[in-house]
DNA sequence: ATTTTTGCAAACCATTTGCAGCTGG
DNA sequence: CCAGCTGCAAATGGTTTGCAAAAAT
């Protein structure tokens, strides 16, 4: 499948005092387990660009760059990654995605099902009616996730919606 | 009092004039596939009662109701009742669960990440503002989902947040 | 009769895990 | 040194698919 979950509408990025792999480093050290080296070869890759990718994307891009790291390794590091609250996974298709949360507003996406274009957008609105329902409910919110589904303006354009002829 | 806090007032149904079933068949008919008594037997099982599922589950009902339908067929049969816009996906979990989304309003999702529970929702002003926001991206949305991740009153009550101890 | 569907079993494929040797602190 | 890590390869587990027999129109 050449799917793409790349494309992504600019949002500013937080100023934070660490460095992600700093801030990893932390988590680490408090549970007593190790900053190695293929775990720093990830964390620096995967923050060095500000981009969506799973874990198939990411050990490809490493095989290119000549940093190999095995795909167990991946998959554990990416683990690790979210516990620290670095990394949000997005669960939109048969893979996980990721994307960074370390350093970056909160923000929710839209999807496009044609091209599976990913574009982010912040509104404070929904931050604030999703905290009262959270109350409402009784629930300490530790996150959301909101995607719009649809279909992006040069996918309608490309291939306008369902006429009749489509049906028969 | 933690008690009308957690509770959520049961969505309403929508009136619909048809029947899943008679619409699971107008569905398949304008594709030129057929109302087949095991599908008969999923879509009745599925609409019998208001609440999520996911196919593991579908099979081990069936099964012990004495309407066995073969795995194969269940997700096969998922996924024509996905398109066909009676049922919903949700990918909440490596599992993929469903809802009904025919005769039901359009609502969100609170999930609990200790019990796994699901509270159902509904604000009309996420939709105006998800609607704004398609358009301003130039989106034909199709749909959304907003889940809000968190604890629920009970899961909170039976194993307070971590504490500095936890952590040592 | 022809097309679609079913069930079985095997295939798939993203992700996880057991294990032996390696590494960081 | 020693707990924790890595890579490999094998296992897992939800979901899909090829195929021959069965059912629907």
Same mark, same amino acid.
Do not use: W
């Given at each position: ?9 600019? #949002? ?8 992600? !792999?700093?801030?990893?480093? $932390? @988590?680490?050290? &408090? ?13 620096? /890759? ?6 969506? @990718? ?6 490809? !891009? ?17 683990? #690790?990654?979210? =516990? ?9 298709? +048969?893979?996980?995605?990721?994307? /960074? ?6 923000? =929710? /996406? ?5 091209? +599976? ?6 509104? =404070?609105?929904?931050?604030? &009616? ?17 995607? &719009?589904?649809?279909?992006?303006? $040069? ?14």
């Amino acid at each position: 499948m050449g799917e793409h979950l790349s494309k992504t509408a600019p #949002l500013e990025p937080l100023s934070v005092s660490d460095s992600p !792999e700093r801030k990893f480093g $932390e @988590f680490l050290e &408090i549970r007593g387990e190790k900053l190695t080296e293929p775990r720093r070869v990830l964390v620096r /890759h995967i923050f060095d660009a500000h981009k969506h @990718f799973d874990a198939d994307e990411l050990a490809a !891009e490493l095989q290119a760059a000549g940093r190999r790291v095995s795909r167990a390794t991946i998959y554990r590091t990416l683990r #690790l990654l979210v =516990d620290a609250g670095l990394l949000r996974e997005l669960r939109l298709t +048969n893979r996980t995605a990721y994307e /960074h949360d370390y350093g970056y507003p909160s923000h =929710d /996406h839209l999807h496009c099902s044609r091209c +599976n274009k990913i574009v982010e957008f912040r509104d =404070d609105s929904i931050r604030r &009616i999703c905290d009262q329902i959270s109350r409402d409910n009784g629930f300490r919110a530790t996150g959301r996730r909101l995607v &719009i589904e649809g279909v992006c303006a $040069e996918c309608s354009k490309a291939r306008p919606p369902k006429r009749m002829l489509d049906l028969i």
